[in-house]
C-alpha cells in the first residue's frame, strides 16, 4: 500500500500570499497523483489531476507540480475562500486508492 | 451538472447491518463507476469501495472485506454499500464520489456524505 504524507499539517498564511503544500509518497506514483480541497462542511472538490493538470473550473492560481515521490500543491494571490482543508490521493497503484492526512490552510 | 446525494446514514448499535445509498443525476449514471469513501477524524478519507459502470469489477479495501460490499442499480441511478458487523471505529461520514473517464480523475465529483454513527 502507498502511504502518503502531507507536509506541514497546518500552514497560516495572509491573503495575497503564496501558499506551498507538499505530499509525499512512499514509492514512486509516477505522475498518478490528484489534490482536493475540501471547505468546512463541503464535501471535497477536485483541484488537480495527473500531478499538474487543472480539473475544471479552477482557477489559474491553483498549480500542481513534481513527479515520483515528490509533490508541490502552490497557490497564489489567496483569497478568503481557498482557506480550506488540502487534500493529496494516489491512483497509481490501487486498490487501495490512498490519501494523505491533510494540509489545513488557515489565514 | 452532476449531483451525488448519499442517505441511508443513521445512529445505529454494533452488530445489524446497515446499507447506504448513493443516487446520481445529471449524468447518464450507467456509464460511470462510482466509489464509498469515508471520512473519520482519526483516519481523515479512507477509500472504500469501487464498482464499475456496468457491475461487473467491484474492489473492497481489504480491511473492509467481508463486512463491507458494494452493488448497483443502473435503472434507478444508485449504488449500494452495504455494511455488516459494524463497529464504533467505522463511525464517520461516507461519502460516494463518481469515477470520470479521464485517465486521473478518479474522484470527480462528490456527495455531500451521510452520517453514520456506531455506538456500543
Known amino acids: 500500500e502507498v502511504a502518503m504524507t502531507q507536509s506541514p499539517g497546518t500552514l497560516s498564511v495572509s491573503p495575497g500570499e503564496t501558499a506551498t503544500l507538499s505530499c509525499r509518497a512512499s514509492q514512486s506514483i509516477g505522475r498518478s497523483l490528484a489534490w482536493y480541497q475540501q471547505r468546512p462542511g463541503q464535501a471535497p472538490r477536485l483541484l488537480i489531476y495527473g500531478a499538474s493538470t487543472r480539473a475544471t473550473d479552477i482557477p489559474a492560481r491553483f498549480s500542481g507540480s513534481g513527479s515520483g515521490t515528490e509533490f508541490t500543491l502552490t497557490i497564489t494571490s489567496l483569497q478568503s475562500e481557498d482557506f480550506a482543508v488540502y487534500y493529496c490521493q494516489q491512483s497509481y497503484d490501487w486498490p487501495p486508492y490512498t490519501f494523505g492526512q491533510g494540509t489545513r490552510l488557515d489565514i | 451538472q452532476v449531483k451525488i446525494v448519499e442517505s441511508g446514514g443513521d445512529v445505529v448499535q454494533t452488530g445489524p447491518p446497515l446499507t447506504l445509498s448513493c443516487t446520481a443525476s445529471g449524468l447518464v449514471f450507467s456509464s460511470f463507476g462510482f466509489h464509498w469513501v469515508r471520512q473519520t477524524p482519526a483516519k481523515g478519507l479512507e477509500w472504500l469501495a469501487f464498482?464499475?459502470?456496468?457491475?461487473?469489477?467491484?474492489y473492497v479495501a481489504e480491511s473492509m472485506k467481508g463486512r463491507f460490499s458494494i452493488s448497483r442499480d443502473n435503472s434507478k441511478s444508485t449504488v449500494y454499500l452495504q455494511m455488516s458487523g459494524l463497529r464504533p471505529e467505522d463511525t464517520g461520514v461516507y461519502h460516494c464520489?463518481?469515477?470520470?473517464?479521464?485517465?486521473?480523475?478518479?474522484?470527480?465529483?462528490w456527495g455531500q456524505g451521510t452520517r453514520v454513527t456506531v455506538s456500543s
Open positions: 464520489a463518481k469515477r470520470s473517464v479521464v485517465r486521473g480523475k478518479d474522484f470527480d465529483d
Open positions: 464498482l464499475s459502470f456496468d457491475g461487473k469489477s467491484a
